[in-house]
């Protein structure tokens, strides 16, 4: 509890001690649509990302 962890080292702590795995997946996904949603606001990418829908 003295550490100052960050949110993704918590996670990854997490995941380790109860060995949810099963989790690990689910998070990749999400960060991979936090990356798209972010990449989306950008004018240059947007056309590219539309394409893919």
Known sequence: ???NRSFAGDVWQF??????WWLTPIVV????MALLIIAGQSAVIAPFIYALF
């Open 1 to 3: 509890m003295g550490k």
């Open 15 to 20: 995941l380790k001690v109860s060995k949810a």
């Open 29 to 32: 996904i999400l960060l991979l």
